[in-house]
Nanobody, 116 residues
Framework: QVQLVESGGGLVQAGGSLRLSCVAS????????MYWTRQASGKERELVAR????????WYADSVKGRFTISRDNAKKTVSLQMNSLKLEDTGIYYC?????????WGQGTQVTVSS
């Protein structure tokens, strides 16, 4: 059974930082590309970042480029999202997820709230 468990969300002031983590189980983690997606209240989900299986390749949405960094530790089956210079518009639920052969696996999400 695939499980993705996020942690690290919380309340932070604008300009601050948070680090999200996601621990995977039930998959051969090193063979899966991993993703972070967020959803603000009343808005559609937005893909934020992606990292390749070996960590060498990353992609970021323009809205977070230069502020967020995705990384992974295959030995610990963990993917992280370092978020710096947070803005009010970064508020939302952040999900880690992956996909294999058309099947999507999602974590339960962690709330990030950025206040002014």
């Amino acid at each position: 059974q695939v499980q993705l468990v996020e942690s690290g969300g919380g309340l932070v002031q604008a300009g601050g930082s948070l680090r999200l983590s996601c621990v995977a189980s039930g998959i051969t983690f090193s063979t899966y590309a991993m993703y972070w997606t967020r959803q603000a209240s009343g808005k559609e989900r937005e893909l934020v970042a992606r990292i390749s299986q070996d960590g060498a390749g990353t992609w970021y949405a323009d809205s977070v480029k230069g502020r967020f960094t995705i990384s992974r530790d295959n030995a610990k089956k963990t993917v992280s999202l370092q978020m710096n210079s947070l803005k009010l518009e970064d508020t939302g639920i952040y999900y880690c997820h992956t996909v294999r052969l058309g099947t999507n696996y999602w974590g339960q999400g962690t709330q990030v709230t950025v206040s002014s």
